[in-house]
């Protein structure tokens, strides 16, 4: 019942959808790194995946862009008025056996990819029952789901009515490539991301979303920009 209420409003807002490919292969390399120092000091986490990553990519994009972190109000005269938001709470779906849920991430902006990756643990640990606490779910400010945990390249996710933007990921996949763009001589095996960005067109236009979109896809193909992020 909550997600049939919660998608008819959504499906109120006029969507449009921006999609661009990510390359991983630095972001591998490091997360590999990451992982060899974290061996055996993190029993309970595990390997970070790609996930934090994502999710840390995300705040440092929206935070040069931070209309697409905003939500649209209406104020007591019945007028609308747009919300800006300088916190990042990150929804991330989840699958759980009574459906999907949007739990999200508080104050990723603050967080270390470390950090991120303990509190999305606990989420999915969560997820297994389907209880969250009521905090988990309110308060969020911009999505992202990962389908292609399941499958597919593309996708067309939808907004909720208190964000204005939602970033869906396809299936990593190993596709051939050249080396350099500038100079096509040679061709080699490349680990790539499709990113799929659905935007409420009431508030984005296509060029703050691909510009937003494009700062995503810098920091995850060089992903030791997010030293700039660090506060």
């Known amino acids: 019942m909550q997600m049939f209420k919660t998608m008819t409003n959504s499906l109120a807002i006029p969507h449009f959808l921006y999609t661009d490919e990510v390359q991983l292969d630095r972001l591998t390399a490091l997360r590999a790194r990451f992982n060899a120092l974290l061996a055996g000091s993190e029993p309970t986490l595990g390997k970070i ?3 934090p990553f ?14 697409i972190n905003s939500r649209v109000t209406v104020d007591p005269t019945g007028k609308p008025a747009l919300a800006t938001r300088g916190f990042h709470n990150i929804g991330v779906a989840m699958a759980t056996p009574t459906g999907l849920f949007v739990p999200n991430i508080k104050h990723v902006e603050r ?14 640990q969560a997820a297994k029952t389907g209880r969250f606490a009521a905090a988990d779910l309110r308060g969020g400010t911009i999505s992202l789901s990962n389908i292609g945990n399941v499958g597919g390249t593309y996708l ?5 009515d208190s964000e204005v933007a939602i970033l ?12 350099d763009a500038t100079n096509p001589t040679e061709i080699v095996p490349t680990q790539v991301v499709n990113t ?6 009431r508030v984005l236009d296509g060029v703050t979303m691909a510009r937003t979109a494009d700062r995503f896809k810098r920091i995850v193909e060089d992903p030791e920009l997010l030293l700039l992020s660090l506060k």
């Open 111 to 124: 967080l270390s990819i470390l950090e991120i990756a303990r509190e999305l643990a606990r989420l999915q």
């Open 196 to 201: 799929s960005w659905s935007g409420d067109h």
């Open 54 to 67: 994502f999710i840390k990519a995300l705040s440092a994009a929206v935070a040069e862009y931070p209309v």
């Open 156 to 160: 067309a996710p939808v907004v909720v």
């Open 168 to 179: 869906g990921l396809g299936q990593a996949r190993v596709l051939p490539r050249y080396r």
């Open 49 to 51: 995946s790609y996930m």
